[in-house]
């Protein structure tokens, strides 16, 4: 199995192991998407460069205020979540989880993904 194969399954898995777990997307530093397990609706190109931008975001705030290393981005709307973690230092991965998800899970679950991805694309 070729490396982005791989890279492709992990991302599949994620979704579909992790309950509440709607979609999910690795997406390099430039706002590019590597892979993705996103419903038909959203548009991917959209969802990369906005998930980009916001953990460029996010990693410039902790910097500024002097909060340690970024670890995670989390929005919350009406309808669930989107979380945002690290997948090495050049890329990141994003999820979608529903409303009233049990984050704890996810919030493992997503570790554990992003730190093989990492791995994978280091």
């Known amino acids: 199995m070729s490396r982005t194969e791989q890279i492709a ?3 599949k898995s994620l979704t579909t ?19 993705s397990a996103l419903g038909q609706d959203l548009d991917e190109d959209s969802v990369a460069a906005m998930s980009a931008a916001l953990l460029g975001l996010g990693e410039r705030i902790v910097s500024e205020l002097r909060r340690g290393t ?3 981005v989390m929005i919350k709307g009406d ?7 690290r997948s090495g230092p050049d890329a990141v991965l994003a999820c979608l989880a529903a409303k009233g998800a ?9 570790k554990r993904t992003a730190n093989e991805l990492g791995r994978l694309i280091g």
């Open 79 to 85: 309808d669930g979540y989107v979380i945002l973690t």
């Open 17 to 35: 192991n992790t309950p509440d777990l709607e979609g999910a997307a690795l997406i390099d530093n430039d706002g590019l998407m590597i892979a």
């Open 70 to 72: 970024l670890e995670q």
């Open 9 to 11: 399954k992990l991302v």
């Open 102 to 110: 049990k984050l704890g899970l996810i919030f493992l679950d997503m």
